[in-house]
């Protein structure tokens, strides 16, 4: 495949390129990075797949977390000076994580008719979410929302347990009514886009979404064969001190990715919890005794 590419944008830590799959394309993806990206060259998030698929692209690439804010209005100028001049007649946006809340905030600038964006943040200053604290030294001042002006559909797959499922309603309550359709993949982690990566969903169902087609119905058959969703489901586990579960779960991860950090340090974690509840728990059950008879 020859692609042509046009640079619309370049600073320090942002490229935006047009990059066309060749003479004639009637469809544009605007994509954009996610957290931790550290490359601000080629075809950007998912481009490939995109390109292949007949799209012409508008890569948005960061390599410094501040949820695309340096983007100046001018600099939104240029980029949809160049969507219109391209007679495009379906745009979409695509974006995983701070890429996904990008995806959402300029729809509207850049005339977008559908946003496809896995875990999105509504705000990474929420009390109710710490994840992304030490980013906030990166926006001094924040330019683009979610809620501005759009007529984009947007669809948000996420993990509706946990505190991704907060920054959706956020989301939802600041979007036209009836805009934003949802797609909740229980223990799918954060971003979702690993778990329908890893249980063979990605390409079909991303394939119908960004096409205009009717959203598919994910298959959650092999969700097992997910590491991410193993961890997250081990991490709920945990938490309502189902140390079996929670073991079963992790075991399963580390079978799929036998190095997996994260999965090592959970395990020791669940198993060291595992230990002081059995220690404690006659400690705690002569205590109860002792009240009792002291209230009798």
Not at 282 to 295: C, D, E, I, S, T
Request: hydrophobic share 45%.
């Amino acid at each position: 495949m020859s692609l042509q590419f046009v640079s619309l944008l370049r600073k320090a830590n942002l490229h935006v390129d047009l990059i066309r799959a060749g003479s004639g394309a009637r469809r544009l993806a605007c994509t954009f990075t996610p957290f931790k990206n550290g490359d601000a060259d080629g075809v950007g998030y998912a481009g490939d797949f995109l390109l292949r698929r007949g799209f012409d692209v508008i890569a948005f690439k960061s390599t410094v977390d501040d949820w695309f804010q340096s983007l100046l209005p001018q600099d939104l100028d240029a980029v949809r000076s160049s969507i219109l001049s391209g007679g495009y007649q379906w745009c979409v946006g695509y974006g995983s994580s701070m890429g996904g809340f990008a995806a959402i905030a300029l729809s509207g600038a850049l005339g977008m008719h559908r946003v496809l964006a896995f875990s999105p943040q509504f705000r990474i200053d929420q009390k109710f979410d710490t994840r992304w604290r030490s980013c906030l030294g990166n926006i001094p001042v924040w330019r683009h929302e979610v809620g501005s002006p759009t007529q984009a559909e947007v669809v948000l797959v996420y993990d509706n347990h946990g505190k991704d499922a907060q920054h959706a309603a956020l989301i939802r309550q600041a979007l036209p009514a009836g805009s934003v359709t949802d797609v909740r993949l229980p223990f799918s982690g954060h971003p979702s886009v690993y778990f329908l990566q890893e249980t063979g969903e990605l390409r079909a169902f991303a394939e119908a979404v960004l096409a205009g087609e009717p959203i598919p119905r994910v298959n959650r058959a092999r969700r097992f064969q997910s590491v991410h969703y193993c961890k997250a489901f081990a991490w709920s586990a945990l938490g309502r001190h189902r140390f079996a579960w929670a073991l079963k779960a992790v075991g399963q991860a580390l079978k799929l990715s036998p190095n997996d950090e994260e999965a090592l340090a959970l395990k020791r974690r669940i198993l060291s919890k595992q230990r002081r509840r059995r220690l404690t728990g006659p400690f705690n059950l002569v205590r109860h005794w002792a009240r009792l008879l002291k209230q009798s």
